[in-house]
């Protein structure tokens, strides 16, 4: 989403850095060309206006002006009044010492309210909470099914009664039930409108009332740029939400709304939708997008992603395979597919620091994981366990079999010969040579 906004803020600041010494005429062309960045990306200008006054003023005040490297310390500036732009410190849900927590989602027709509904049960139940989801949006056609679908997948408990009862009292009910089921946590779809309308704030003011929210939260698509700022503020103005849930992070947009909506409303952003299915939903951390956005990486969710899919017993019968030379292709696939799991391959590597800049412009294929998935299961088992054994006519079968070439059979087996070989080198605590590994790729 960031992709455009980031190049020119990275721009801007390299030639900031550039400079041995900094002159108050360097430090004022270095705003010009932030805050053109930012108005091209739609963010709010009087956001803008007040964003590039306070970086300006920090770094005039901050005595940078004649000093050795005073670029850095700009870019320190910078990076610290995105972060306070988008919220400051991440901020989490407010439970409720005595359960059911009691989280009330609303937002118009078309953000991705549903879904986040079921992905923000997913996050739940994934960190020990015991989840429900209450199905009270009874205007829109198949609202009622389509919670059904997606909060089973959730694995959460639906409680619906169709839309024949008032949204109200389905909620009233809902929450009711969840105390009594002992539910530590219980997520409430509304209703949705094309616009904001008397109708729909009325309703959730109501809904509001009986339940007793111990938190509202705002869906907002990313998308609309600054269209998700102007609703957020009309909610903001008739409904009182404690923060919002920004949908579609993934998607094309130039990033005004998640620069925005904190400023205009004073509401923090809680968590992002980062993709279409259940688990690419994550909680917010203003610090770490500011560093994603000036091209300083993003470790600690890498980390926190990868931590998600560790399983030690799986972690300790891979090393003993790798130990007894037993790691096999069936194993190799289960890798690759961990991989998949904690996102696409060019987000993970941009979160490496230095790395998101010289992918900007290289294109990684998703699908070679399918080919290489598509090759492996053609195999019989035992050619999986021992890939070296296969020959010509066995090849020329697992080609035809999953719809490759020969050369691609060839070329995976060699690429897993290697791959084999430094893991088997790295649990012995041994540095594989890389070098020899590259000349032999390129063979």
Known sequence: MFDSLADKLQATLADVRGHGTLTEADVDAAMREIRLALLEADVNFRVVRGFTAAVRERALGAGVIGRLKAGQQVVKIVSDELTELMGGAARDLSFSPRPPTIVLMAGLQGSGKTTATAKLARHLRERGSSVAVAAC???????????????????????????????????AWAAERARTEGKDVLIVDTSGRLHVDRELMDELVEIKRAIRPHDVLLVVDAMTGQDAVNVAERFAEAVDFDGVVLTKLDGDARGGAALSV???????????????????????????????????????????????????????????????QEFGLD????????????GPLKSLLGMIPGIGAQLRDVEIDEREFDRLQAIILSMTPAERRHPELIKGSQRLRIARGSGTSVQAVRQLIKQFEQTRRVMRQASQGKMPDLAALMRQAGR
């Open 331 to 342: 194993d190799f696939l289960e890798q690759m597919r961990q991989v998949r799991r904690l």
């Open 137 to 171: 949006d009874v205007h829109r056609p198949a609202a009622v099914e389509q919670l059904v679908k997606v909060g089973r997948q959730a694995g959460a408990d639906v409680y619906e009664q169709g839309t024949e009862r008032t949204a109200v009292q389905i909620a």
């Open 262 to 324: 904190k400023a205009v409303t004073g509401k923090p952003i809680l968590f992002a939708s980062t993709g279409e299915r259940l688990e690419q939903f994550e909680r917010f951390h203003p610090d770490r997008m500011a560093q994603r956005i000036l091209g300083m990486g993003d470790v600690m969710t890498l980390i926190e992603r990868a931590e998600a899919q560790y399983d030690a017993r799986q972690a300790a019968e891979l090393e003993r395979k790798l130990r007894r």
